[in-house]
């Protein structure tokens, strides 16, 4: 049975966070009444107004395309693409055909221990369409309603090299993706509502191979689930068509996420003849050298150089790292925590286990959390010093989230404070020693197991707060004497 | 009462002694209307309560328009691709027939700021593309020199029988000029982004250009200066301020070189009797003290078929928004596109469907080099040629269009790839420049000679112009409309 | 240089357009003239010339990103051939 190679090539769309469409003063904004953000312009009415570039829309093209680092282009010039759909009020699309604002770029991800690079073709903006709402499904609809509200609003598309080689490698490629967008905070990059959509060019050749095969084109993928199982799908479907001796035919298909096949779409005369021309009431804009600095001087430290500083400054895990790093917020947040109590390996793993657990079970973001860094910091630092212990700490963490309240006011309210007195901690052993006679012959007849119950009864005695190495070493003295 | 004295600056006189009441005046410049409308068909919506409206503020003494308003007491009226409010705006289609724009053209918002009054919207092409009389929904417009051949606009018929002082209308590939041309008046299209084309309506972007029509060059100067001017709403509007072109005119003129292609007598159907006249004018412009110099323009010769070719795609893409969904004519249809060829087949004329799909074919993937992309590089070499002639002359001289208002008798007389009324003056489109048209009255329908100027230098042309107007006297025919009650 | 029916079609349906068997008829003659005279298109050199696609040389400016207000419902659906209170309305969207 012959070996193949997949070979998948992403475009990836990215609606941008401006306040207003690319090219009227619209609002973007989401969930509005239908047909409320519009006006003659983005409505294509005749007799409107021309178009005038966004700002914003520029300035985030040319982040995300250096975030990816990309060449950029001298000027930003737009070509009309031209075609009828209900969605396109103009009957034609305004985009970058022959000049991009970013190509040859690359995002680096991590697989298996060792990283690879996937290169970006290019990076540019156009308009989105406006959205058709079907009565049903689009085939029995006997009409549909058109929303031109996301008529013009701004995307970025970004499309790969055929570079990604497996399912894992795209979903892995997305989550970069996201998280590098999220990073310089252009988009929000939600699958589910559609700020951020992907489609996939899929082909499969035999291993060792350099040519590309005939490719499908794979839609509908609405989450990063759908397009490791959609691509994952239609690579099998592929592989027992060629198995069968027959050819792939190119044609666009559709995932089909309940079914979870991938289905294809009527082909008729979907020529992609779209006759691309430079659109004439958009002169190319040229773009001064101080503000391509200026806006490279805005992107934050990205994901990949935090990365290789976690890993090597603080010296975490490359699984720490890779989590920590991939929301920039929480490594600030993680960092912040480090300049009051510098110990990189717990912080981490109080982040990771305690802290993300929190945060993902109610539904919270970083932003929102009520845990100020120093306050987690102070609390470490109690653990250290033995003003409180692990356990104890772990119920003034949770308070700490659940009300914002700082660590040493919370132990000073509930007399937390870890019973460090060996005296008074004797005292209470000498009791429990005199009160549980079984145990201590048990113990005495060398069953260890009776040591933790003794334990066990004194740190109930003090409520928890006796300081568990103190009560062993107590405990063990008087047992062995 | 005559039409030619309805001066804008005698009617201030009457209107500031009130020598005249507002009502004499409605009811006379409304029946004038009316008979210029029934005659030659020159307007598509002339509304009576607006004029009147328009005119009592004139009298107004609470003023609402100024009398030292710079257009106080003009009329005009505007081609029916530049968008109204007010009024219906149909690009002369079936499409639009009953479509309102949201907005008012820049150039509306402008003269109204001026205290120019509207009189109606004229009738034109549809698309305002090409000028042979055609493709109107409402019907051609009929030459007021002679009815049987066409006016080419009622832009040029409004200014002609003189029920405006001006007029505005779009100029893709020299409709403009041409109608002023065949209907014997004066007519500028302006330097590409001179006027703002905020609210045209238009077919070809790249081309198109709104443009001003005049019974003489002094008011031509008054209009263009109320509108001329950067508009920060469009971004191919011109950076620089346009100047005060009446005062300017007022100054002494250097002496004006003039070039002339030598191979101008080279385009399809030009007529006989044009070459003499031209030839003559030539002669007198020399009399009046303009160099005239033959230069060589190989190129010059291709602009109207690489004008035709770009303004076809450019068409098909402007005018794809016609599709039946938001607003305009729409057919029913069984399903999305079906109702869109419908739409589109029922609601565009017969010319216009033609023209379309020949934009269509030009730009598909199997023409698009060979055509279309070839027509964009001539474009460019036509406009160095003459960007390089511009620098050593003052401007160019040509015949306006090779023949007069098409008809019986004049040639052609058929639609035809590429337009070949264009000859002379789509060169001016291509090259973004400034071009204006002098009419030459003779005893039947009248000629053009146009001169065709430097990027963002309307004054020479206007100075030019003014040099020959006051040295000839222009016959224009006595309308006589008082057998129709004014 | 001969156009044949299929392209014409091609091309008309790109445009939306359906002609009559009269306005073919018509084009294919007015074609013909066209491609008589557009033949020196092909034949004359343009050299290194770049495609101008346009009249100004200029460049474009940009704008605030500050939202201005949008067209009232009403104003916006009053023109459409076809609404509801909220949406524009088109026929089905597949055929068959």
Redesign the interface.
Known sequence: MPEFETVIGLEVHVELL???KLF????TAFGA????????LC????????????????EYTIKAAMALNCRIAD??TFD?K?Y?Y?DL????QISQFFQPTGRDGYVEIHLDGRSKKIGIHQVHLEEDTGK???MGD??S????????NRAGVPLIEIVTEPDIRSPEEARLFLQKLRSILRYIAISDCKMEEGSMRCDANISIRPAGSKELRTKTELKNMNSFRAVFRGIEYEVERQRSVVMEGKEVIPQTRHWDEAKGITKAM?S??V?A?Y?C??D???????LPAEWLEEIRKSIPELPDSRYSRFTGEYGLPPYDAEILTASREIADYYEAVLTGYNEPKSVSNWIMSELLRLLNSTNTGINDCKIKPEDLGKLLQMIDKGTISGKIAKGVFEEMFATGKKPEDIIKEKGLTQISDEDTIAKIVDSVLAGNPGSVEDYRKGKNKALGFLVGQVMKETKGKANPQLVNKLLKEKLDR | MNNRSYSARQLKEQIKNKSLSPQELSSSIISLCNSVQEKYNAFISIDPDIISKEIEALFDDKLKVGDNAPLFGFSYSLGDNIATSGYVTTCASKMLSTYKPPLDAHVFLKLKENGAIIIGKTNMEEFGIGCSGESSYFKGVKNPWNTKHTAGNGAAAAVLTGVVNFSLASDVRGELRQAASYCGVFALKPTYGRISRRGLLDSASSLENIGLMAGNTMDLAAALTAVAGHDPHDVTSLRSEAPDYISLLEGNSKELQAAVPENWQDAPYLEDELKDIFQGQLKKLEELGIKIHFVQLPHFQHSSLTATIISAVEAFSNLANYDGVRFGYRAEGRHLQEMYTLTRSEGFSSKLKKFLTFGALVSSAKYYNDYFLKAQKLRSVITKELEDCLQRYDLLLTPTTPFRAPGPGILPGREELPDPAGYYTAAANLAGLPALTYPLHTKGLPYGLQFTGKKEDELTLLKAALLLENENTLAFPNFDFNNQGV | MQINDEELKNASWDARIKLTQQEEKELHEQLQTFFKMAKVLQKIDLGEAEASFGAIKGYNTLRKDIIEPSLPLQLSLENAPDADSSSFLVPKIVEE
Do not use: M
């Open positions: 401006t306040n207003t009227c003063g619209c609002s009444d239908p047909n409320t953000q519009v006006c003659p409505l294509g009415l005749p007799g409107g107004t021309l178009p005038k570039l966004n700002e914003k829309a520029v000027e930003i009309r031209n009828y209900a009020p103009k009957g034609f058709l709402l079907h689009i085939i609809s006997p009409y549909s309603r058109v929303d031109f009527r008729k005369l020529s003849n006759r021309f430079p004439p009431n958009l002169p190319p804009y040229k």
